[in-house]
T-cell receptor
Framework: EPEVTQTPSHQVTQMGQEVILRCVPI?????FYWYRQILGQKVEFLVS????????KSEIFDDQFSVERPDGSNFTLKIRSTKLEDSAMYFC?????????????FGAGSRLTVL | SQQGEEDPQALSIQEGENATMNCSYK?????LQWYRQNSGRGLVHLIL?????REKHSGRLRVTLDTSKKSSSLLITASRAADTASYFC????????FGKGTLLTVNP
């Protein structure tokens, strides 16, 4: 079964450092997403990406965040200057159009701990 | 916002019993989806119901949708300990947004 892979599984960083989280979506999918989940909280939408550009972003996705699809397979989330409150689980997801419905396949997540 | 909000926040039942979780959303949607999350893992898609459908079945899952009330329910019949997880709903017009989920605990 095709899957979305994310690396690293866990990253610990100092406040103010830059972090890049990587994702390899399912190869024939067209839509890519980042979500985050602070421990015990809801799964929050960050950004969606289609046709090499951001299609939608949430209020959380401010200037500290950026996404990129540097090649045909990877999809990255960069946090420029991490804050303590960025500590969370970050999930990448991808979807292919299925009869007008976007069913998301999620990766296992990258746990980010900011000290 | 199309955010799904799940209710109750937590549900504890015995193996073999049925579990019912509810979902409310705020704006018109094309479809509503349910996902499950095992502790600390990614969400896994369970079932999708389109806005023109009222009920859908998949194995032990039954989903209903009431667009007039902007609500949905997920019924898991004959629950098993392995069903223990958090369950999330999301209304979709391409962007899925979720609530805090329902934490279901099935006791053996």
């Amino acid at each position: 079964e095709p899957e979305v892979t994310q690396t690293p599984s866990h990253q610990v960083t100092q406040m103010g450092q830059e972090v890049i989280l990587r994702c390899v979506p399912i190869s024939n999918h067209l839509y890519f997403y980042w979500y985050r989940q602070i421990l015990g909280q809801k799964v929050e939408f960050l950004v969606s990406f289609y046709n090499n550009e951001i299609s939608e972003k949430s209020e959380i996705f401010d200037d500290q965040f950026s996404v990129e699809r540097p090649d045909g397979s990877n999809f990255t989330l960069k946090i420029r200057s991490t804050k303590l409150e960025d500590s969370a689980m970050y999930f990448c997801a991808s979807s292919g159009e299925v009869s007008g419905a976007n069913v998301l396949t999620f990766g296992a997540g990258s746990r980010l701990t900011v000290l | 916002s199309q955010q799904g909000e799940e209710d109750p926040q937590a549900l504890s039942i015995q193996e073999g019993e049925n579990a019912t979780m509810n979902c409310s959303y705020k704006t018109s949607i094309n479809n509503l989806q349910w996902y499950r999350q095992n502790s600390g893992r990614g969400l896994v898609h369970l079932i999708l119901i389109r806005s023109n459908e009222r009920e859908k079945h998949s194995g032990r899952l039954r989903v209903t949708l009431d667009t007039s009330k902007k609500s949905s329910s997920l019924l898991i019949t004959a629950s098993r300990a392995a069903d223990t997880a958090s369950y999330f709903c999301g209304g979709s017009n391409y962007k899925l947004t979720f609530g805090k989920g329902t934490l279901l605990t099935v006791n053996p």
